[in-house]
């Protein structure tokens, strides 16, 4: 099936509400998502375990569905979509657990690493500080900050991203046709120059409370880490650092004033475990990248030997003996190398004993 016809189907099944709760899960065992628009009520109802009557909803619903029309406003909107069974899919939030079965998405996601920065609404000067320059510094390693496009700390992290000349996911709690926050829209088309807004919600859907939740899964789930920058005990941002955790990734928080209400619980999150963001070192450390210009300098500080062996790595893993032979050196000084190069993480070596660069010349 071509990947336009496999997003038509997906489409059609998501449009049917009944059907939505068990999407993902059927589009994750490797389900014909053709096959199962063809299906009837009766064999449905023993492919999803579900009793006959919701079955028969089910293909009532599917009947119902204009894919062809969604299609059609898709397209006037400017947006895309792609589901669990596409390439293009997210891997980090593939990965995660209960992600959405569908996407839509503006503009173009991003394929650096990605981090998300979260926080109040109600930020005060110092949250929007760090919030900027935390937005800034991750750009500048090139990596995407991923937000909620909320007021405060939110969306400070985006356009700090953004001005650095980096990339950003906007995640949203509506439809993409929908305007929210409306003191934002003049920065939409910033954000579409190198990233991107996506959400879960079809088109129109409109910013209901029920649905921020549900959001704060998958900007937890795009990125490598959560970075929490300021949040009261109740904040949502906290459900975003739970869900981080749920999903087996990093949680990071701004330390803040004892005497702040707005940093109570970014200082809980530290005092259970979290690691302290001061800068995007915290979080490259956190999540095993290292800054371009950082890696730039180790490279600098080589020494003859050492640049020698990293430049035969460049290509494909080798072992000490293939190193010698092509080096012409000692095995003993080729070991020595390798071994610095592993301290300062230019290489690592493999199970088979090879070594592979892990930072190009």
Known sequence: ??????????????????LAPVLGRLLRSGTDP?????????????????SQAAAEKVVRELKTVDAAREEARLRSAGVWITSLADEDYPAALASAPSPPALLYVKGEIPREPAVAV?????????????????????????VTVVSGYALGIDFAAHKAAVDAGGSTIAVLGCGL?????????????????????????????????QHFPARNRIIS???????????????????????????????????????????????????????????????????????PERAK???ERLSKVEAEILGFLGAEALGIDELTGRSAREAAEVSTALTLLEMKALVRRGLDQRYVATCAR
């Open 177 to 209: 046709d929908v305007s929210y926050p409306r003191q934002h829209g003049y920065f939409a088309d910033s954000i579409l120059e190198s990233g991107c807004f996506v959400s879960e919600l079809p088109l129109g859907t409109p910013p209901l409370k």
């Open 221 to 291: 789930g795009l990125g490598m880490a959560t970075v929490v920058v300021e949040a009261g005990r109740n904040s949502g941002s906290l459900y975003t650092a739970d869900f981080a955790l749920a999903q087996g990734r990093e949680v990071l928080a701004v330390p803040g004033s004892i005497y702040a209400p707005l940093c109570a619980g970014t200082n809980a999150l530290l005092a259970d475990g979290a690691g302290p963001a001061r800068g995007a070192e915290d979080i490259l450390d956190a999540i095993g990248v290292e800054a």
């Open 118 to 142: 979260v926080g109040s609404r109600r930020a005060t000067a110092y949250g929007l500080a760090a919030a900027e320059k935390l937005g800034r510094e991750l750009a500048e390693a090139e």
């Open 297 to 299: 300098a180790k490279l």
């Open 1 to 18: 099936m071509s990947a336009g016809r496999r997003r038509r189907c997906v489409l059609a099944l998501s449009l049917a509400r009944s």
């Open 34 to 50: 053709e096959e199962l628009l063809g299906l009837s009520a009766h064999v449905l109802a023993e492919r999803l375990d579900v």
